[in-house]
């Protein structure tokens, strides 16, 4: 199935990922404020996450007062992301959006635009990932910065076929086991996502989701940040539960006219 459709299925059960979502949003909210406010100042306000999913980074930075833009391929993790913006009462302004196109859906900068939860390896080529970051630094305001997190894909085995758990989650009376199974074909890789739905009788539901991703690793990732016009790229270690990866659009020159007109 496509990204869209593997997120679509997803989005109702998306927050088991996490053994508490609810924490998990904080704490990365957290995570992802102290690494704006080292590297782009306290001026930042405006972020564009462009991967939001149900909104696990955007709705806790809005939490904590940014103004956040939120944007997914998938229609249904959108909605979820409404809903759940509603029912906390944050102004989460969100639309659906390939992000390869992001510089068409946006038509504004802002002060970073992220994609979190290793939401770029979906892309399968580099071409394709070097259009991304073309497109989002056309969305970061000059001195403005661009945030990616990943998995660590150098420190993956890629031998065999790789079993991910993730675990037990309980729901009143409903227990969910989720896990993923990783098989290699080179650089990429099929990713089934199991869901396992217990409501105590005999028979569980189980759910079976599959995508595609590309290992790629952060070091070619931060050679096609370069490319695209970001300066001082860097990975971060330790800030978030996975690899950082930061770079700055730097300052127009003098009467150098930006693309948008700012």
Same mark, same amino acid.
């Given at each position: 199935m496509t990204p869209d459709e593997f997120y679509d299925q997803l989005a109702p059960f998306y927050h088991l990922i996490y =053994?508490?979502?609810e924490t998990s949003m904080t704490q990365q909210a957290a995570a992802l404020d102290s690494i704006m406010q080292e590297f782009w100042g306290a001026e930042t306000t405006t972020i564009l996450d462009v991967a939001c999913g149900i909104g696990t980074q955007a709705l806790g930075l809005a939490q904590l007062g940014y103004q956040v833009t939120a944007a997914d391929l998938s229609r249904a993790a959108v909605a979820r992301a409404r809903r759940e913006a509603a029912a906390r009462h944050l102004d989460l302004h969100c639309f659906v959006a390939d992000m390869r196109? %992001?510089?068409v859906h946006s038509q504004r900068q802002y002060d970073v635009v992220m994609a979190c939860d290793n939401a770029v390896p979906h892309l399968l080529t580099d071409k394709d990932i070097l259009t991304v970051f073309q497109a989002l630094y056309t969305c970061v305001r000059p001195g403005g910065g661009c945030l990616i997190t990943m998995r660590d894909y150098d420190r993956e085995d890629r031998t065999g076929i790789q079993v991910k758990p993730y675990g &037990?989650?309980?729901e009143g009376s409903t227990r969910y086991l989720l896990f993923q199974v990783w098989e290699f074909r080179g650089a990429l890789y099929e990713l089934a996502l199991y869901c396992i739905e217990d409501r105590g009788g005999q028979h569980a539901i189980t759910h079976v989701l599959r995508t595609t991703y590309y290992a790629i690793g952060t070091g070619t990732l931060m050679t096609l %940040?370069? @490319?695209? *016009?970001? @300066?001082d790229v860097q990975r971060l270690e330790a800030r978030f539960y996975q690899p950082v990866l930061i770079g700055t659009k730097s300052y127009a020159a003098p009467g150098r006219r930006? =693309? &948008? *007109?700012?």
């Amino acid at each position: 199935m496509t990204p869209d459709e593997f997120y679509d299925q997803l989005a109702p059960f998306y927050h088991l990922i996490y =053994p508490d979502w609810e924490t998990s949003m904080t704490q990365q909210a957290a995570a992802l404020d102290s690494i704006m406010q080292e590297f782009w100042g306290a001026e930042t306000t405006t972020i564009l996450d462009v991967a939001c999913g149900i909104g696990t980074q955007a709705l806790g930075l809005a939490q904590l007062g940014y103004q956040v833009t939120a944007a997914d391929l998938s229609r249904a993790a959108v909605a979820r992301a409404r809903r759940e913006a509603a029912a906390r009462h944050l102004d989460l302004h969100c639309f659906v959006a390939d992000m390869r196109h %992001m510089a068409v859906h946006s038509q504004r900068q802002y002060d970073v635009v992220m994609a979190c939860d290793n939401a770029v390896p979906h892309l399968l080529t580099d071409k394709d990932i070097l259009t991304v970051f073309q497109a989002l630094y056309t969305c970061v305001r000059p001195g403005g910065g661009c945030l990616i997190t990943m998995r660590d894909y150098d420190r993956e085995d890629r031998t065999g076929i790789q079993v991910k758990p993730y675990g &037990l989650r309980i729901e009143g009376s409903t227990r969910y086991l989720l896990f993923q199974v990783w098989e290699f074909r080179g650089a990429l890789y099929e990713l089934a996502l199991y869901c396992i739905e217990d409501r105590g009788g005999q028979h569980a539901i189980t759910h079976v989701l599959r995508t595609t991703y590309y290992a790629i690793g952060t070091g070619t990732l931060m050679t096609l %940040m370069t @490319q695209a *016009g970001f @300066q001082d790229v860097q990975r971060l270690e330790a800030r978030f539960y996975q690899p950082v990866l930061i770079g700055t659009k730097s300052y127009a020159a003098p009467g150098r006219r930006h =693309p &948008l *007109g700012v």
